[in-house]
T-cell receptor, first 112, second 114 residues
Framework: EAGVTQSPTHLIKTRGQQATLRCSPISGHTSVYWYQQALGLGLQFLLWYDEGEERNRGNFPPRFSGRQFPNYSSELNVNALELEDSALYLC???????????FGSGTRLTVV | QQQVKQSPQSLIVQKGGISIINCAYENTAFDYFPWYQQFPGKGPALLIAIRPDVSEKKEGRFTISFNKSAKQFSLHIMDSQPGDSATYFCAASSSGGGADGLTFGKGTHLIIQP
C-alpha cells in the first residue's frame, strides 16, 4: 500500500511569491490534514479537509489556504510568502473516522 | 489551554537502558494521546497511542503511562537501541482528533549511545 505522497520535496520561493504544495492521501482515506513544522516551534495544525470541504483550520492567517479534490488529494497554497513561512510542511491522511494519522515525508519550503 | 509541554528537550541513553520522555497537558477535553517518532528527512510515524480510560499501554519495547489526575503521560522505551535514536513527539487531541487537529509537544531528541 502506497503511503502519503507529497510533492515537491523541496521548494524555494522568493518573499511575496505564492507556493503550491500537493498531497496524495493513502487510498481509502478521505481526511487530509496539513501541518507546519518550523524550526523550534514543533508541529502546528494548519488545515483539515474531509470529503472535499475545509472542516477546520489552525491559528494561521488567511493567506494559508487549500482545497481537496474529488479524488481526496489536496493542495496547500501559501500566498504573499514571508521569510517566517520557511518550514517543513507535512500532510497526513486518515480514514473518515479518525484514529491515527499517517504522515507524508513533507515539502521543505524555503523563502528567500 | 491547548498546550502540551514535553520534556526533556534532548536525552542521551546508553544502549540497553530505559528512555523516558514526559508530557503534560492542560486541556481536560483531550481524549487521545499519541506518540510519534520522526527520523531526519521523514515525516512523523505513529508509534503508540492511549486513551484516558486506561493507565498504561504496552507495545513491544514501548510503553505509555497515563496519569489522568495529574494530566501527565509518558513514553518509556525499554532496552533502548541505537536504531531508536530519533525525535519523539507527544500529542493530544479532543473529539477524536479531526475537529481540532493534534496539539504536539515540541519534541525530544533522543540519542542512544552504543
Amino acid at each position: 500500500e502506497a503511503g502519503v505522497t507529497q510533492s515537491p520535496t523541496h521548494l524555494i520561493k522568493t518573499r511575496g511569491q505564492q507556493a503550491t504544495l500537493r498531497c496524495s492521501p493513502i487510498s481509502g482515506h478521505t481526511s487530509v490534514y496539513w501541518y507546519q513544522q518550523a524550526l523550534g516551534l514543533g508541529l502546528q495544525f494548519l488545515l483539515w479537509y474531509d470529503e472535499g470541504e475545509e472542516r477546520n483550520r489552525g491559528n494561521f492567517p488567511p493567506r494559508f489556504s487549500g482545497r481537496q479534490f474529488p479524488n481526496y488529494s489536496s493542495e496547500l497554497n501559501v500566498n504573499a510568502l514571508e521569510l517566517e513561512d520557511s518550514a517543513l510542511y507535512l500532510c497526513a491522511s486518515s480514514p473518515g473516522t479518525f484514529y491515527g494519522y499517517t504522515f507524508g515525508s513533507g515539502t521543505r519550503l524555503t523563502v528567500v | 489551554q491547548q498546550q502540551v509541554k514535553q520534556s526533556p528537550q534532548s536525552l542521551i541513553v546508553q544502549k540497553g537502558g530505559i528512555s523516558i520522555i514526559n508530557c503534560a497537558y492542560e486541556n481536560t477535553a483531550f481524549d487521545y494521546f499519541p506518540w510519534y517518532q520522526q527520523f531526519p528527512g521523514k515525516g512523523p510515524a505513529l508509534l503508540i497511542a492511549i486513551r484516558p480510560d486506561v493507565s498504561e499501554k504496552k507495545e513491544g519495547r514501548f510503553t505509555i503511562s497515563f496519569n489522568k489526575s495529574a494530566k501527565q503521560f509518558s513514553l518509556h522505551i525499554m532496552d533502548s537501541q541505537p536504531g531508536d535514536s530519533a525525535t519523539y513527539f507527544c500529542a493530544a487531541s479532543s473529539s477524536g482528533g479531526g475537529a481540532d487537529g493534534l496539539t504536539f509537544g515540541k519534541g525530544t531528541h533522543l540519542i542512544i549511545q552504543p
